[in-house]
């Protein structure tokens, strides 16, 4: 007998199809740029079907083993990582998924160029946007704080295009006194004595370090005189600096490294995280010494929308799977696309989706605006102000909105499978499963929440594409400035986001009248 066989969604090329995606890009990029980029962004949105997939399959499959010791007994923490994992990190590279945000062909749209190829990347590539989002923020903390001979050298290892020559950073402040609270940090750098005042030993925890398979990372460590003593300590996250290492020596064996364990972890299973111990590895200061948050922080603003980026990509990709298995998927004698109820669920994953998409273009247009006017000498400019001030409250507002919208369209996307959804090699636990971090690492919603609160201290005269955005922001400002209470100015901007859902839902309605008085 020949059974019935269900046919399996499919997934085309990925810009393309992204109808809403190449909608918005003519909103916010000039006609004559996107018309440059479009032929890149098409080849990119096939490959990430094809070739990116399959290897992210075989990365996720063959997840990455930690060996501590030879068969002679010697120490040596080597983490084998599949050879997808590899290759990935080469496509990265000459597909320009560092490169491009720094190379500025297209000015301030160059992010969005960069972030739009990540974007279609994320999802097909088992994580590996976790690795390119650091090296990232390594290379803009380079431009922001490093000195000559850093710019010539790991910068331009960040932002290479040749796979021989690329290298990707970790950024390590996790200990087990805590994530969000880095100021009971208990490791330490000691100077090597070599009398420049920058290059140290560093010793200490670290109880979660991403991409250990990175050539170098970007180190939280306290300064002090007496590694034995403690003498010169200076107490809290005012005593931290940065410093960067090398993790390896050029034989390939880790420079004064032990990995304790790999992390067993709920997703994001191809990339390596480990507990590790860092044993007086040679390391150098970059930036000012106490100044360690703030520098760092020029990472994890990266990083920040980086996270926009995967969850935006995670709702459309669960979008996408679900649209196409509507077409095909027959239930009491109608396609599921004729079928309103099923309609309305997949209307609502599509309003996220929408939303995330619009936040996500307008946070990197900021980005790349804020960079630009940097490089044109008039940092110091009103208008640069206002938009660096602007970035620091809609970055973490995107990245905690988006985290958790995410999780919820990924694990609607599963039901929406039906039973088939469930299963592991539908792809979809994967989605769900790796998106869930996207609200813990890199600050948690109510760190980030905090995090906004204490920026809207500042005077503001916002601008922003949302209107009604900017109306609850400064109302939040006001409301911190009249009777600090935090409950209610968390409150109003935790309604900011909500409002920023009500308008797309307005635009897929038609009512334009509503969305643009918004
Ligand atoms: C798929 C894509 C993503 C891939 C992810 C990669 C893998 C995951 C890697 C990680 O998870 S890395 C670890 C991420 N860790 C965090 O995100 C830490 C979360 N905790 C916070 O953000 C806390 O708010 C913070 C550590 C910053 C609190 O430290 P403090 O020292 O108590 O902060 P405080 O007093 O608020 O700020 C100290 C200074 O830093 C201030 O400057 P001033 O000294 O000049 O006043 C702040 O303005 C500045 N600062 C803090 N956050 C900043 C910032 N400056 C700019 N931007 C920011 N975001
Ligand atoms: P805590 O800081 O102890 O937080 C516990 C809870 O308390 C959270 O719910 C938090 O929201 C809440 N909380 C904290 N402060 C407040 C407050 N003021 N008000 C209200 N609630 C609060 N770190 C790195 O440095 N490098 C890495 O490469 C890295 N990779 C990671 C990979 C994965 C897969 C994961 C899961 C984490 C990774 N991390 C990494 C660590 C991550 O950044 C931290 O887990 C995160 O910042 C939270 O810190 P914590 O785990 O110590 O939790």
């Not at 990455?64 to 994992?85: F, H």
């Not at 330490?188 to 991403?210: E, M, P, Q, R, W």
């Not at 460590?221 to 590694?227: G, I, T, Y």
């Not at 660096?388 to 999780?407: E, F, G, H, M, N």
Request: charged share 25%; net charge neutral.
């Amino acid at each position: 007998r020949e059974y019935f066989q269900q046919q399996s969604p499919l997934l085309g090329n990925q810009y393309i199809e992204d109808t809403q995606l190449i909608r918005a890009l003519q909103r916010v990029l000039p006609a004559k740029i996107l018309k440059e980029i479009e032929g890149d962004l098409t080849q990119f949105g096939e490959r990430v079907v094809k070739d990116i997939l399959e290897l992210g399959r075989a990365s996720e499959n063959n997840p990455p083993k930690l060996i501590q010791y030879d068969a002679w007994g010697k120490r040596i923490d080597k983490i084998v990582v599949d050879e997808s994992w590899n290759k990935l990190k080469d496509i990265g590279c000459s597909e320009g998924l560092v490169s491009i945000g720094y190379e500025r062909k297209y000015q301030e749209y160059s992010r969005i160029y960069q972030y739009i190829k990540i974007y279609l990347f994320a999802c097909s590539s088992a994580v590996f946007d976790c690795p390119m989002s650091m090296t990232d923020g390594a290379a803009r903390l380079i431009e922001l704080y490093g000195d000559k001979g850093m710019k010539e050298d790991e910068y331009k290892h960040f932002i290479s295009r040749d796979p021989k020559t690329f290298w990707t950073s970790g950024q390590w402040m996790t200990e087990k006194t805590g994530g969000s609270d880095v100021s009971k940090s208990e490791t330490i750098a000691v100077s090597s004595g070599s009398g420049d005042g920058k290059t140290c030993n560093l010793s200490g925890y670290k109880y979660f370090t991403s991409a250990t398979t990175s050539e170098g990372a970007m180190v939280l460590a306290r300064d002090v005189d007496d590694a034995k003593t403690m003498k010169g300590a200076v107490e809290g996250s005012r005593g931290l600096s940065v410093y960067f290492i090398k993790l390896r020596k050029p034989n390939g064996e880790l420079d004064r490294i032990q990995v304790h364990k790999l992390k067993n972890k709920f997703g994001t299973k191809a990339v390596p995280t480990a507990e590790l111990e860092l044993m007086g590895t040679p390391a150098v200061r970059v930036g000012p010494k106490g100044r360690g948050v703030p520098v760092i922080a020029s990472i994890l603003n990266i990083t920040r929308i980086h996270n926009v980026i995967h969850s935006a990509a995670t709702m459309r990709r669960c979008v996408a799977i679900v649209r196409d298995f509507a077409h095909r998927r027959t239930v009491f004698g109608k396609l599921l696309k004729d079928n309103l109820l099923y309609l309305s669920t997949l209307a609502e994953m599509e309003l996220e989706f929408r939303a995330s998409l619009h936040l996500l273009l307008d946070v990197t247009l900021l980005l790349g605006k804020s960079e630009r006017i940097v490089e044109k000498q008039s940092s110091n400019s009103e208008e640069q102000k206002q938009i660096d001030l602007l970035l620091r409250i809609v970055t973490p507002l995107s990245k905690l909105y988006t985290a958790k919208q995410s999780v919820t369209v990924a694990s609607e996307a599963i039901e929406a499978l039906g039973g088939t959804g469930y299963m592991e090699d539908s792809d979809m636990p994967r989605l769900f499963r790796d998106t869930q971090v996207t609200s813990i690492w890199e600050g948690t919603t109510n760190v980030l929440s905090m995090d906004i609160w204490r920026t809207l201290k500042e005077p503001l005269t916002i601008k922003f594409y949302f209107q009604s955005i900017e109306n609850r922001l400064i109302q939040a400002n006001k409301l911190l400035n009249n009777d600090n209470n935090i409950q209610k100015v968390i409150s109003v901007i935790r309604e900011a986001m909500k409002t920023i859902r009500s308008v797309i839902d307005k635009v897929m309605n038609g009512d334009m009248e509503y969305a643009e008085s918004n």
